[in-house]
């Protein structure tokens, strides 16, 4: 199945902008969505975005729209996630999953997918 390597986290001060990117190997057409959640320890994990492989269509969750913007590169099967006016409480490790779908209008992750090993994004001052 599909294999996910995740690149981009790292530390930046609220109001900044960090992108992180998802490149993927073995992925066919039959995943038509792949997307990124966040988990902070304790905590299960939420769904922040997906994009859709067959029309382009994209799920935001409302603690992140009108900040951040997914989108892809076919010819470089990698997503990014652009991460802009970051906020503490953006701070989590995020993962990137396919394939994903929205349900009931929330992002979840199918069952016997695939994950990246997660990235650390830290916002602070």
């Known amino acids: 199945q599909v294999q996910l390597v995740e690149s981009g986290g790292g530390l930046v001060q609220p109001g900044g902008s960090l992108r992180l990117s998802c490149a993927a190997s073995g992925f066919t057409p039959d995943h038509y969505a792949i997307g990124w959640f966040s988990q902070v320890p304790g905590k299960e994990s939420e769904g922040v975005s997906s994009?859709?492989?067959?029309?382009?269509?994209?799920y935001y969750a409302d603690s992140v729209k009108g900040r951040f913007a997914i989108s892809k590169d076919t010819a470089k099967n990698t997503m990014y996630l652009q991460m802009n006016s970051l906020k503490p409480e953006d701070t989590a490790v995020y993962y990137c999953?396919?394939?994903?779908?929205?349900?009931?209008?929330?992002?979840?992750?199918?069952?016997?997918?695939?994950w990246g090993q997660g990235i650390q994004v830290t916002v602070s001052s």
């Open positions: 999953a396919a394939p994903v779908e929205v349900y009931a209008g929330h992002l979840r992750a199918v069952d016997f997918g695939s």
């Open positions: 994009i859709s492989s067959s029309d382009g269509s994209t």
